[in-house]
């Protein structure tokens, strides 16, 4: 089915996670941590540790981080982490001992603390935590220049499941536009380092939309990744986001709608050419090869209820509250939150974050499952929330299918059609709520 309405702009908002960060307030009064935890389940958290240090920022990136960091800090920031950690662990208490499913770190880049700094870091999650890293899936972010012999062995020592790596271009020219400098002989030696150190899945990370790429210039970035044989690709649009070096270079008299065409282009050629050889879609932006090992029933997802993030960067989530430290992009800005951070010895509240009620959690889980190629069963939506999709969001749904971006043919699965996943980051604002949206048209970007 082909459209004939005007169709929105396809790039709007990355819906990774819903409430969006930016819809985040301080909680008044400040909630115990003992009180936001108390009747939630343990039998499957994930863990989530963030690490808000970089060696460079590229160009594209609104992420909580700061560039370097001074004789230290870094174990001043573990110091505060162990003593957050400790907190947490306390509130949750012994009479149903934490289990966690999943577990990752992430940041920043977890892997710009040196070796000694990763054994300690896996320390807090398994001796603080009571995570067992080596029995769950465990997944971990890279960059190329970080990517170093001592530190993928500790890793892997430690049962590291998955290495996600930062490549984004393997043309030098195209990095050096997204203001990350690296070369391609740089990038292939980490590659090779993550391959002899035998973690079991490996993950590049590839953008498309920067500036000077071709369609030529973006296929040789995916045969290049492809030689690798990478268990998972993930293709990201570029965004000039507030803040960020791209959004303070963006050219004004460039079209938007040709920058749109262009980058849906690229994405359909890099779809196409993953399928081709032997991917499959899970989402607008994720592949992954169809032998791939499994991680396990949930794999690294870390974004679900019952997750634990501790660290200045992070987010944790109940089934009725979101919270998380205060969040930044401007490195001032952000200096001083993790100078705050490494300082506190009280964690036991939590400051800044969002109460999410019946129809926030319903939307959430829509947005979660509708934006994944396989989409969702009526039938568990209705078991979890007592109506169907359509009971309460009849016209978005509609919409979706006027649209020709809702699969049809099978009324007991919600699915979008492959033009619908192309426009995953148009779709999920449109399930916003209403109080969300203003929230996030409110937050002042600093």
């Known amino acids: 089915m082909t459209s004939t309405l005007t169709l929105p702009r396809p ?233 960020t070096g791209l959004d303070r270079n963006a050219d004004p008299a460039a079209s938007e709608r040709d920058w749109d065409s262009h980058r849906l282009d690229l994405y359909a050629r890099g779809r196409d050419h993953l399928l081709a050889h032997g991917y499959t879609q899970v989402s607008m932006r994720m592949f992954r090869r169809l032998d791939a090992p499994p991680q396990g029933a949930d794999d690294y997802a870390c974004q679900t209820d019952g997750m634990i993030g501790l660290g200045c960067g992070a987010r944790s989530y109940t089934s009725s509250t979101h919270y998380s430290f205060d969040y930044a992009v401007a490195a001032r800005e952000v200096r001083g939150i993790i100078d705050a951070y490494t300082a506190t010895t009280d964690f036991t509240r939590a400051l800044n974050g969002r109460r999410i009620d019946g129809d926030e959690a319903e939307r959430r889980y829509l947005l979660q499952s509708l934006l994944q190629a396989e989409g969702f069963t009526v039938a568990d939506y209705t078991a979890r929330f007592g109506r169907t999709p359509h009971d309460g969001f009849a016209a978005e749904l509609d919409l979706l299918t006027a649209r020709g971006w809702l699969a049809d043919g099978d009324s007991a699965r919600l699915r979008l059609t492959a033009e619908g996943l192309a426009y995953s980051d148009a779709i999920g604002p449109e399930f916003f709520s209403p109080a969300v949206r203003a929230a996030m048209a409110a937050y002042e970007h600093r």
């Open 11 to 243: 790039y709007q908002n990355y819906v990774y996670a819903y409430p969006h960060k930016t819809a985040y307030r301080p909680l008044e009064p400040r909630p115990a941590l003992t009180d936001l935890w108390a009747g939630e389940s343990r039998r499957a958290l994930s863990l989530y540790l963030h690490i808000p240090f970089c060696e460079v920022r590229c160009g594209f990136c609104n992420l909580f981080t700061r560039v370097g960091a001074p004789d230290g800090l870094t174990t001043r920031y573990l110091d505060a982490l162990t003593r957050q950690a400790e907190t947490m662990r306390a509130a949750l208490g012994d009479a149903e001992p934490p289990h966690f499913a999943t577990a990752a770190f992430g940041g920043g880049t977890p892997t710009f603390l040196e070796a000694d700094e990763l054994t300690r870091l896996c320390d807090i999650a398994e001796d603080v935590m009571g995570a067992d890293l080596r029995a769950i899936p465990l997944s971990v972010e890279a960059s190329p220049a970080t990517a170093t012999a001592d530190r993928l062995a500790v890793l892997a020592a430690r049962g590291v499941t998955r290495l996600s790596l930062g490549v984004q271009s393997f043309v030098d020219s195209e990095a050096r536009a997204a203001v990350r400098p690296q070369r391609r002989a740089d990038v292939d030696a980490a590659l090779g380092r993550i391959r002899d150190a035998a973690i079991p899945n490996l993950n590049i990370d590839l953008i498309y939309g920067i500036d000077g790429q071709t369609p030529a210039s973006w296929r040789y970035s995916l045969d290049a990744a492809l030689t690798w044989r990478p268990e998972e690709i993930y293709l990201y649009p570029l965004y000039m986001r507030p803040l």
